[in-house]
């Protein structure tokens, strides 16, 4: 079947997890187009001139409610089945109820979504897909069982990346490009969708699945020969779990590719040891889960239980290598007062974070903190409700007006205050002007310029 794969445009976003579903398409004999577009009119032409046989959407929560649109426009303008995957439809199967979707994938998609394609081509009725739900042409829904991840990651294709790095020749240019060495985490942190994945599958994922350091390598070189690179950017979830794992890896980086690289890390598993071996191997930066300032929250609603001062050191032990950080933060916790979003301030301050990234939290469906936010009446639960992203608004509801407008303009502020003494100094003023242009201008620019700079080296050409 000519199975076309639509997403959002956007220029900093090279969507792996779309990229696997291809490949493993490809691999069963399917011919996928790539159709990155900002509407749906755009997407419904490309797929009339492609004579495209059906349509797939990866979605994460907020995009959602963007690729249920177009899956409606594209019913209505072509009649072709239309299916959807990701976070989103894994923890809300209940969306396949909607008029535009005919199918949605559970989990992890690779093998799922080849043996739903498999069956479009006949039309939906028969029996249960594994990791699948589909709708019947009268409307009643067919859950399918779930369908185990994929044990060794080893047994998975290599990404499709021509698909975007020709199709879109911008992403194909930029220097930097993100790699997967593994699957999963080990770590229930409240906030973040793998507890959901681990309550998903229990024991299946209750571990990190690591890749052969020699196939990981031999993928970043495919990449660098066919399209160039000039840094490498290591997307898991936290590298240094396996110590062993991850000397070998950056070793070979560091004697095969030749180019930095970056990668993220737990402030617990990072000490002087660690941070020698990722600077003889070459690494640029780490990017470092600080979240809050507050002990409290951390401990307490965000399951991070880690002190300040294992931070402040795992900080201290990467600049003394010369590896710059990039440290990830969150504003809007529930509960969270004014005085404990400046303790993230100073932490950072303390840290000497050279990139401080901050957002707003998001209850996203599947995590611990989304379940307590509705139990604790700080969210109503209505996904629809959030935004594609969380460097926007929060969503939950607080007894102060005033205090929830000040939380969200210090998120916009808080990387300038951890840069600059002086706006930190006036953080308690800026915060109460009420200039949201002024605020969003701020911060989209020094994110755009600290981000290169500071960690990727290069200024983006978006």
């Known amino acids: 079947m000519r199975i076309a794969l639509a997403s959002l445009a956007c220029p900093n976003v090279v969507p792996l997890g779309m990229l696997y579903v291809a490949a493993a398409l490809r691999r069963a004999g399917h011919v996928v187009q790539w159709c990155e577009v900002r509407n749906a009119a755009v997407l419904i032409a490309r797929l009339r001139e492609w004579r495209s046989e059906a349509v797939g959407f990866g979605a994460t929560t907020g995009m959602h409610v963007v690729y249920l649109g177009w899956a409606r426009d594209v019913k209505r303008a072509l009649g072709i089945p239309t299916f959807m995957g990701g976070p989103h439809p894994t923890f809300v199967p209940g969306i396949v109820e909607d008029e535009g979707l005919d199918a949605i994938c559970v989990g992890e998609a690779e093998e799922s979504v080849v043996e739903l394609v498999s069956r479009l081509g006949g039309g939906l009725d028969g029996g249960a897909i594994a990791g699948v739900w589909f709708k019947h042409g009268d409307g009643r829904v067919t859950p399918g069982p779930l369908r185990p991840p994929v044990a060794d990651p080893e047994d998975l294709p290599i990404p499709a990346y021509d698909l975007v790095y020709d199709g879109v020749p911008a992403k194909g240019a930029y220097p930097v490009k993100p790699f997967l060495a593994s699957r999963g985490c080990s770590h229930r942190c409240t906030y973040c969708g793998n507890s959901g994945y681990l309550a998903l599958y229990g024991r299946e994922v209750d571990r990190v699945r690591r890749r052969k350091p020699a196939s990981v390598v031999e993928e970043i070189r495919l990449v660098q020969r066919r399209w160039g690179l000039e840094r490498v950017w290591l ?144 969210f109503d639960g209505d996904f629809d409700t959030v935004d594609y992203s969380y460097l926007s608004t929060s969503p939950f509801s607080h007894e102060n007006t005033r205090e929830r407008d000040r939380l969200e303009r210090l998120q916009k502020l808080l990387g300038l205050a951890v840069e600059f003494p002086e706006v930190r100094a006036a953080l308690p003023w800026l915060v109460d002007l009420p200039a949201p242009r002024l605020h969003d201008a701020l911060f989209r620019t020094w994110y755009r310029w600290g981000f290169g700079t500071r960690i990727h080296g290069v200024f983006p050409s978006w």
């Open 235 to 378: 997307a898991d979830a936290n590298l240094l779990e396996d110590a062993t794992w991850a000397q070998e890896l950056v070793d070979r980086i560091g004697r095969e590719v030749g180019k930095p690289f970056f990668c993220k890390a737990r402030a617990d598993h990072i000490d002087a040891r660690a941070a020698k071996m990722l600077a003889q191997a070459g690494c640029a930066a780490v990017g470092v889960g600080v979240e809050s300032g507050s002990e409290r929250l951390r401990r307490r609603v965000l399951g991070r239980r880690m002190s300040n001062e294992t931070m402040i050191s795992a900080c201290r032990y990467l600049h003394e290598e010369g590896i710059r950080v990039l440290t990830f933060n969150m504003v809007g916790i529930p509960t969270e007062t004014f005085e404990e979003a400046l303790e993230t301030v100073d932490l950072n301050i303390a840290c000497g974070a050279d990139f401080a990234e901050a957002t707003l939290l998001q209850p996203y469906p599947g995590t611990a903190i989304a379940r307590w936010a509705v139990r604790k009446r700080y």
